[in-house]
């Protein structure tokens, strides 16, 4: 069972920004990328809020995440938060077993 956790950080003057810009330079968002259980590692930039972006990081299963909270790399991402004087907030979401109801699903385009 999948787990995603959506990480907003919102910091002052474009520092979130500079925040995931020196995460994805540095290769560490890559390196997580390539740690096991990792399904997904993407910042996205929010166009009503400039001050914040938005991580999704989504595991195999509650191991990986804790593996993944354990290793060296998490770190690396502490000194980062501070460096750039970042405040988080967090929602989890694991998969609905029902999958989208076709009352949702007759809105996506495929």
Known sequence: MSIAVHLYYTGKNGSARRFAEEMERSG????????????????????SDPETVLLIDRWADQAALDRHHASDMMRTISTL??????????????????????????????
């Open 28 to 47: 560490t968002a890559e390196a997580i990328r390539q740690a096991p259980g990792n399904e997904l590692y993407a910042y996205f930039l929010s166009l």
């Open 81 to 110: 938060r501070e460096k750039y004087d970042l405040r988080m907030r967090a929602e989890r979401f694991v998969p609905d077993a029902a999958g989208i109801p076709a009352s949702d699903a007759k809105f996506l385009r495929a």
